[in-house]
């Protein structure tokens, strides 16, 4: 089974960087859609990238942040750069084991989120 485990989140200052790591292990499924996440205090949850099988991805800002695995598929990351206060939240990984695309993918695996704090 699969069980998204998050680290790398912490507290910059406003232009810094950070990376996210989550442990999923998803080498042994032939379909799969892993996502990056952010809920931050009063508002909705916000989907910031994505990343499928077939390696095809989506980002809420492409330009800062960049999602990807590593070669063995047993970890996924979300490069953040350029950092700003408002991307301050809780940030969470999820997957859905067997979707084809990521944009109706049906997130049932959780983490328990890794808090970024981006100070100006």
């Known amino acids: 089974e699969v069980h998204p485990v998050e680290s790398g989140g912490g507290s910059v200052q406003a232009g810094g960087s950070l990376r996210l790591s989550c442990t999923a292990s998803?080498?042994?499924?032939?379909?799969?859609?892993l996502a990056w996440f952010r809920q931050a205090p009063g508002k909705q949850r916000e989907r910031v990238a994505t990343?499928?099988?077939?390696?095809g991805t989506s980002s809420l800002d492409s330009v800062r942040f960049t999602i990807s695995q590593d070669n063995a598929k047993t970890t996924l990351y979300l490069q953040m750069n350029t950092l700003k206060p408002e991307d301050t939240a809780m940030y969470y990984c999820?997957?859905?084991?067997?979707?084809?695309?990521?944009?109706?993918?049906?997130?049932?695996?959780w983490g328990q989120g890794t808090q970024v704090t981006v100070s100006s």
């Open positions: 999820a997957a859905d084991l067997g979707a084809t695309w990521c944009y109706n993918a049906d997130f049932r695996l």
């Open positions: 998803v080498f042994s499924y032939r379909s799969y859609c």
């Open positions: 990343i499928n099988s077939g390696g």
